[in-house]
């Protein structure tokens, strides 16, 4: 007799159990990718003819220096002014109250939204029919509360003082860095120190002479936030001990997703600066390309090319 034991650990998480239960329901809703954007290619060393390619790609995972977050404010009322007295004065109890805890006034920003008016149906009776008609019932305002703070701890605060003024739909939190200048810098060094390594280990070691010909290089380069980095599941198993009963209702259990960050792979990249991520980061992605002339010792004849306005070179025959 063979036992077969599955042994799944715990750091792989409840994202894959659906994996290795054959009876799990499974269903993912992520809009977002785990590779490398499709505009930073995979790293690649062609050679066409005489021309060898090199490229080099680098993530930067950045723990962000300022948030903002966005709350919206609903209200409801019989008229005009009642609903813009309630909404005001939750909107200014919550402001004010934010300050106590340690969000500035200039940090808090109301944007208006909409405010439309909302209808009902009423009946008409009339002797062969009935008829319903829109009539005006209230109206609604709608407002985001935008707020920004600097330490990532303070979102707690925020959420508790929005919750004593029935505040509770937060849309999403931005996330910001002040220097991002920096950041490419520091990622174009470590791409050309790792590119002339890598000249310098075909020119040394392969005896490749990639020193005499033309370069022509090229970059590129994308951001994205942990606002577009949220994926969603379902995960959780169904235990039947004695199949589904022939007769009544069957009433399913409540099962609630679950999201988390899921944050660019890193499988494509050649360096990743900053690797652990702990909090949710904002992912730089860089990429820089060189492509260099290879001189052919059958044909020590100059050739003289044309680069065209789409990069693409093309050999001129000259007599």
């Given at each position: 007799m063979t036992l077969s034991i599955l042994v799944v650990g715990q750091k792989s998480g409840n994202k894959n159990y659906a994996k290795f239960k054959g009876n799990a329901n499974y269903n993912t809703n992520n809009n977002t990718s785990t590779e490398a954007p499709q505009n930073i290619a995979p790293k690649v060393i062609l050679s066409e003819g005489n021309l060898v390619e090199l490229e080099v790609q680098i993530l930067s995972n950045q723990k962000a220096d300022t948030y903002v977050a966005i709350f919206n404010l609903t209200q409801m009322g019989a008229t005009v002014d009642e609903t813009n007295r309630l909404l005001t004065d939750r909107y200014n109890g919550f402001a004010q109250e934010l300050q106590t805890v340690g969000v500035p006034k200039d940090a808090i920003y109301l944007d208006m939204v909409s405010f439309v008016p909302l209808y009902e149906y009423e009946k008409e009776k009339k002797i062969f029919s009935k008829t319903h008609n829109e009539v005006p019932k209230g109206f609604e305002m709608q407002q985001n509360v935008h707020i920004k703070y600097n330490d990532v701890g303070m979102m707690l605060k925020i959420m508790s003082v929005a919750a004593k003024y029935e505040i509770f739909d937060l849309v999403k939190v931005d996330y910001a860095v002040n220097n991002q200048e920096a950041i490419y810098i520091e990622m174009r060094e470590k791409a050309v120190g790792h590119l002339v390594q890598e000249i310098e280990l075909y020119v040394d070691k392969l005896g490749v002479d990639l020193e005499s010909g033309y370069r022509i290089v090229g970059e590129d380069k994308?951001?994205?936030?942990?606002?577009?980095?949220?994926?969603?599941?379902?995960?959780?198993?169904?235990?039947?001990?004695?199949?589904?009963?022939?007769?009544?209702?069957?009433?399913?259990?409540?099962?609630?997703?679950?999201?988390?960050?899921?944050k660019v792979a890193y499988d494509d990249f050649d360096i990743v600066i900053n690797p652990t991520v702990l909090e949710p980061a904002i992912q730089f992605m860089y990429s820089m390309k060189i492509q260099i002339a290879v001189k052919d010792p059958n044909n020590p004849t100059p050739q003289h090319v044309w680069l065209t306005p789409d990069g693409d070179i093309v050999p001129i025959k000259i007599d």
């Open positions: 994308k951001i994205t936030f942990p606002v577009d980095r949220y994926a969603s599941y379902n995960a959780f198993s169904n235990v039947s001990l004695g199949g589904t009963p022939e007769k009544g209702k069957v009433q399913d259990m409540y099962k609630p997703q679950t999201m988390y960050y899921d």
